[in-house]
């Protein structure tokens, strides 16, 4: 679920804050008015009852699972042409800072500047970073939020994304919140897991990486049992 903030702010408070520019304050209701009106905000346009579909499109774009023969259509009726387009032109140069598709993973220390931003999560949360042949970044997706000190990584949506995506190949990489970079079982065991998979389906797993403020650790490049099945699949 998206987060929203449930403000409670007055007219008055709302117009204040977007007129210094302090959206953060505003609701998902307001941002929509937002940004479906062209960066004006307009008090005869009530958009509670569009929200939720609005951040089901955005949402959908974010994961790139629109079907555009079908849910594309659905939401141009609800929203209308232009409309749609402006969100998705938003969402495309959105992606396009955060994950630009030049940008080439060729060894872990190439990953890492991208995984610091979440290195300070509270609780483990694992990522997936899709390749294409080059070793370019095709697509990050958030795969799973754990506890403290676990976070469950299935197989089945893993390989799911990265079939969307059609990448030639995968990294994970999830954070350790307590600083400490020794792979757990679990980590260990979900690794053997995706590569087994990976090997199958021919997506292979290329390197999974723990990360935390300031170092990470390689499984590829780290973990003398798991090289060799890493060594099956395409070398980063």
């Not at 008090?43 to 699972?65: A, M, N, T, Y």
Request: glycine share 6%.
């Amino acid at each position: 679920m998206i987060y929203n903030r449930n403000n409670g702010l007055s007219r008055e408070e709302r117009d204040y804050f977007i007129s210094v520019g302090e959206l953060q304050f505003l609701d998902n209701t307001d941002l929509i008015n937002i940004l479906l009106n062209a960066g004006e905000y307009r008090d005869d346009i009530d958009c509670s009852g569009i929200s939720e579909l609005v951040i089901s499109f955005l949402q959908s774009r974010v994961k790139q699972e629109l079907d555009y023969s079908g849910d594309e259509l659905k939401f141009k009726e609800a929203l209308g042409e232009r409309k749609v387009l402006h969100l998705k032109a938003g969402m495309e140069l959105y992606r396009r800072v955060l994950y630009p598709f030049s940008h080439i993973i060729n060894n872990p220390k190439d990953l890492y500047p991208l995984l610091t931003h979440f290195s300070r999560r509270p609780e483990e949360n694992v990522y997936l970073y899709t390749l294409n042949a080059a070793n370019e970044l095709l697509n990050q997706h958030h795969v799973s939020r754990g506890l403290v000190n676990l976070a469950v990584c299935h197989p089945r949506e893993v390989f799911r994304l990265a079939m969307i995506d059609k990448a030639t190949h995968i990294i994970l990489a999830h954070n350790h919140p307590s600083g400490n970079l020794t792979p757990s079982r679990d980590d260990r065991d979900v690794t053997k897991r995706i590569l087994r998979v990976g090997q199958i389906v021919g997506i292979p797993l290329t390197d999974h990486i723990i990360f935390t403020t300031d170092r990470f650790y390689s499984f590829r490049e780290s973990d003398s049992e798991l090289s060799a099945l890493f060594n099956l699949g395409n070398e980063i």
